[in-house]
């Protein structure tokens, strides 16, 4: 199984929006809704932020959402702080019953 | 509150298995609705799912890693674990465990991951 495609890197001011998107094909992301997106700070364990497409976990702040549209999915974070400098990966359920993650996607806060 | 940990050997000699167990407290590994997965991350490379057990001993396996890879449950222990045979330096990395949640890509609990690195 190949690995989701994500962008290498995003960048943004604080307080801007940025999307970061994912795509595969329509036997992981396009065929099933459960695209989940984890942030993972270095030296730490990934934290999920949004599983089943949208769904945020309690605790989660409401900056987070995801979206899909085809065979891409999209986290896009709003209002943009520092603490959100981190790396994000998307990670979905494929049609051989296994999964799979992108590739990571680094989001620098200028 | 549920935790995971993992545990086993941080050096393997190439060619030789890799073991991790983890261990789940705060919860029963026995309690139908979650799977328990194992992924990896190689040092400054990204996340890779190896595959998930269910209480009741079913598992998936990443397509790559199937010929090589063992995950087994010990619900009287609240544990499961991880075996990967024939490995070599490729295989050094973190190994992670977590919770997912059944009919869901809910993947909500990790362990803070260990380090295994394969060198002679």
Redesign the interface.
């Known amino acids: 199984?190949s690995?989701l495609t994500q962008p290498a890197s995003v960048s943004g001011s604080p307080g801007q929006s940025i999307t970061i998107s994912c795509t595969g094909t329509s036997s992981d992301v396009g065929g099933y809704d459960?695209?989940?997106w984890?942030q993972?700070h270095p030296g730490k364990?990934?934290?999920?932020m949004i599983?089943?497409v949208t769904?945020r976990?309690s605790g989660v702040s409401n900056r987070f959402s995801g979206s899909k549209s085809g065979n891409t999915a999209s986290l896009t974070i709003s209002g943009l702080q520092a603490e959100d400098e981190a790396d994000y990966?998307c990670?979905?359920?494929t049609s051989?019953?296994?999964?799979?993650?992108?590739?990571?996607t680094k989001v620098t806060v200028l | 509150q549920l935790q995971v940990q993992e545990s086993g050997p941080g050096l393997v000699k190439p060619s030789e298995t890799l073991s991790l167990t983890c261990t789940v407290s705060g919860g029963s590994i026995s309690r139908s609705s979650y799977y328990w997965?194992w992924?990896r991350q190689p040092p400054g490379k990204?996340?890779?799912?190896i595959g998930?057990i269910y209480y009741s001993g079913s598992t998936?396996?990443?397509?790559?890693l199937r010929s090589r890879v063992t995950i087994s449950v010990d619900t009287s222990k609240n544990q499961f674990s991880l075996e990967l045979r024939s490995v070599t330096a490729a295989d050094t990395a973190v190994y992670?465990c977590a919770r997912r949640v059944e009919g869901?890509?809910?993947?909500?609990y990790?362990?803070?991951?260990t380090l295994v690195t394969v060198s002679s």
Do not use: M
């Open positions: 199984q690995a459960y695209v989940s984890y993972q364990a990934p934290k999920l599983y089943d769904n976990p990966y990670n979905s359920y051989s019953r296994t999964w799979v993650f992108g590739g990571g | 997965g992924i990204g996340l890779e799912w998930n998936n396996y990443n397509p790559s992670y869901s890509g809910r993947r909500d990790w362990g803070q991951g």
